[in-house]
C-alpha cells in the first residue's frame, strides 16, 4: 500500500509539474502578446514616418534611421514639455486629493454604523461599475455650467470618478484595523483628526500606495476626460499627441511614435518601481474584513 502511495503522489507531482510549465510557457507568450506593441512603438520612434508607413515591423536600419530626428520634431511641433508640465500637475494633485478625501470618507463611514452610512458605501461601489461612456455628455454639460472646465475642475471631477475603486480598498482595510487603537489614541487626548493622521492613516499606507499606482496610472493616460474639459491650448499629454493628426488623415507617424515613446517611459517606470505594492495593497484592502 505505501509503495501504491508512493507512486500516485509521484504521478501527481508529474502531473503538476507539467501543468506548471505548460501555464509558464502560456503566460510567457501571453505576455510578449502584450509587449510586443510597446516594442513597435519604441522601434518606429527611429524610424522616419515613409519607412513606418511601408515596412512597420522592420528595424531602423541605412536610410530608414533618422535618429532623434523624429523626437526633435514631435516636441516642436506639440509644445510636449508644457503639456507634460500639466499631466504632471493634474496627476500628482488628483491622486493626492484622492488618496487624502476617501481614505477619510472611507473611515468615517466604516466607523459610523448607520444605515445611511451603510447605503453611501453601496453608492460608491456602484459608482465602480457605471461606465462613464453614461454619464460623459451630463457631465461635461454640466461642467460648463459650474465653470469645471480648467486643470483645477478637471482635478475635481477626477476626485468623483476616481472616489469609487478607493473607498472600496479603503473600506476593506480599516474593518481590519482594531477599533481599541483608536480608543486608546482617544484616551490619550487625541481629536478625531489627530487621530486619524496620526493613528489610522499611517496604518493605511499600503492600501494607500496601491490606490496612488492605480489612479496614477490611469489620470496620465487618459485621454477622454481632458479632451471633454479642457481647452486645447491647454491639453495633457495624450491631447497633444492626438493633435499630430492632421487633415484628411494625414498622420505624421515619426513624430506621433517619438512621443508616445515619451509619454509612456515615465509611467513604466513608476510602475516599475511601485508594483510590489500593488498585489499586497488590493489583498489588504479587498480580503482584510
Not at 56 to 73: K, Q, S, T
Not at 130 to 137: A, D, E, H, S, T
Request: charged share 10%.
Amino acid at each position: 500500500m505505501g509503495r501504491k502511495d508512493k507512486n500516485a503522489d509521484d504521478q501527481q507531482m508529474e502531473v503538476s509539474g507539467f501543468t506548471g510549465m505548460m501555464m509558464t510557457i502560456f503566460f510567457a507568450v501571453l505576455s510578449l502578446a502584450f509587449l510586443f506593441p510597446i516594442f513597435l512603438v519604441f522601434m518606429n520612434a527611429f524610424k522616419s514616418k515613409l519607412y513606418i508607413s511601408d515596412a512597420p515591423f522592420r528595424f531602423p536600419v541605412a536610410e530608414a534611421y533618422v535618429g532623434l530626428g523624429n523626437y526633435i520634431e514631435g516636441v516642436r511641433k506639440t509644445g510636449f514639455f508644457m503639456a507634460f508640465g500639466r499631466s504632471l500637475f493634474i496627476t500628482v494633485c488628483s491622486v493626492a486629493v484622492i488618496v487624502l478625501f476617501t481614505s477619510m470618507t472611507a473611515w468615517y463611514i466604516t466607523r459610523v454604523k448607520t444605515k445611511l452610512y451603510s447605503v453611501l458605501y453601496y453608492v460608491f461601489v456602484f459608482a465602480m461599475i457605471v461606465p462613464f461612456q453614461m454619464v460623459m455628455f451630463t457631465m461635461s454639460k454640466t461642467a460648463n455650467d459650474l465653470y469645471l472646465n480648467s486643470i483645477y475642475g478637471l482635478i475635481l471631477l477626477y476626485l468623483g470618478f476616481g472616489a469609487g475603486q478607493a473607498v472600496f480598498l479603503f473600506c476593506g482595510f480599516v474593518k481590519a484595523i482594531p477599533l481599541e487603537i483608536e480608543e486608546a489614541a482617544m484616551i490619550d487626548g487625541c481629536s478625531p483628526v489627530q487621530t486619524y493622521f496620526h493613528v489610522v492613516f499611517p496604518m493605511l499606507r499600503p492600501t494607500a500606495v496601491t490606490v496612488a499606482i492605480l489612479n496614477a496610472m490611469w489620470i496620465w493616460n487618459d485621454y477622454l476626460l481632458p479632451s471633454l474639459i479642457l481647452p486645447q491650448e491647454k491639453g495633457t499629454i495624450p491631447m497633444v499627441i492626438q493633435n499630430l493628426k492632421g487633415g484628411y488623415g494625414s498622420i505624421d507617424m515619426g513624430a506621433m511614435m517619438a512621443m508616445l515613446v515619451l509619454a509612456i517611459v515615465p509611467i513604466i517606470i513608476f510602475y516599475l518601481s511601485c508594483q510590489k505594492y500593488i498585489i499586497k495593497g488590493v489583498a489588504a484592502g479587498a480580503v482584510k474584513g
